[in-house]
């Protein structure tokens, strides 16, 4: 399958599906399909991830011919023995490398940098700092040793209140890893507080550019606020400007670099259809 660029009028767009419940994979990958979407990535959100369930998601993926061109785990880099914040331990993560194979030969891992805070959204004083960094650069390289010679790629998704929280620490990893290993996976709505983006919408796009050379996936997400708290939701139902964060992609980001829609594990068909057509309008209008 081609996987074209995201601005045009044939844009070939992808999509984020969750699993939850493996019994459920089917309906997953079936509604997906359903709604116009025939690539994307696959977050495990099931404990304990082991090879059977791999397997089985495989065969629902394959099922409805659904290429998975990267998978993920919300598991936190900064607490991968102490146990999961969110889902997913160092057992899961390195169960879902060595077996990540059997989802249409993926190669392509996305994890966030690491958090100190509670929860994955809430800052932390402590994710800016040296010794934070650099404990993110250790597990990085204590996971890739664990993995041997396996051939996959890290893809860190930057989040303004996780370890990789600004365009200088992500660009340090491009130093840190210069053998192309390790990358970003780039979505616009984690990379700045809404509260900032409102004041300083300017700044979005020069983030995107600064960064788009490292990217090797991008998802894309909408972000507000809703009662002092943010929200991460479907193109189109936030704050972003969206016209301009494409064209900002479009022209930036390298050409063949997968682009996904970030849906949540609630969206249901309707949602993923109207999310798809608000994309398709602004690209067809650029």
Same mark, same amino acid.
């Given at each position: 399958m081609s996987i074209g660029p995201l601005i045009g009028i044939d844009m070939d767009l992808g999509v984020v599906v969750t699993i939850e419940n493996p019994q459920y994979a089917a309906v997953v990958f079936r509604r997906a399909t359903e709604a116009g979407f025939r690539f994307g990535q696959v977050n495990f959100a099931c404990r304990p991830i082991t090879p059977q369930i791999i397997r089985e998601v495989a065969a629902a993926a394959k099922k409805y011919s659904f290429l998975v061109v990267s998978v993920g785990c919300s598991a936190n880099l900064l607490r991968l023995i102490e146990g999961p914040m969110m889902g997913g331990d160092e057992s899961d993560l390195i169960t879902l490398c060595q077996h990540m194979s059997a989802l249409d030969n993926c190669k392509r891992l996305v994890l966030w940098s690491g958090t100190y805070a509670r929860r994955w959204t809430e800052p932390n004083l402590l994710n800016q700092g040296e010794d934070a960094y650099f404990a993110m650069i250790f597990e990085i390289h204590r996971l890739l040793g664990r993995l041997g010679g396996l051939p996959i790629t890290i893809a860190i998704q930057p989040c303004y209140a996780h370890i990789v929280h600004d365009v200088a620490t992500a660009l340090r990893i491009s130093e840190d890893f210069p053998d192309g290993r390790v990358c970003l996976a780039l979505d &616009?709505?984690? =990379? *700045? &507080? $809404?509260?900032?983006?409102?004041? /300083? $919408?300017?700044? =979005? $796009?020069? *983030? *995107?550019?600064? =960064?788009? $050379?490292?990217?090797?996936?991008?998802?894309?997400?909408?972000?507000? #606020?809703?009662?002092?708290? *943010? &929200? /991460? =939701? #479907?193109p189109g139902q936030g704050t972003l400007n969206f016209p301009a964060l494409l064209k900002t992609l479009g022209t930036e980001v390298r050409t063949g670099t997968p682009h996904l829609l970030n849906a949540q594990p609630t969206s249901n068909l309707e949602e993923l259809v109207d999310a798809r057509r608000y994309l398709t309008e602004i690209t067809i209008a650029e």
């Open positions: &616009a709505a984690y =990379l *700045i &507080a $809404p509260t900032v983006y409102a004041r /300083h $919408p300017q700044i =979005l $796009p020069q *983030i *995107i550019s600064a =960064l788009s $050379p490292m990217a090797d996936i991008v998802c894309i997400s909408d972000v507000k #606020l809703e009662d002092g708290r *943010i &929200a /991460h =939701l #479907l």
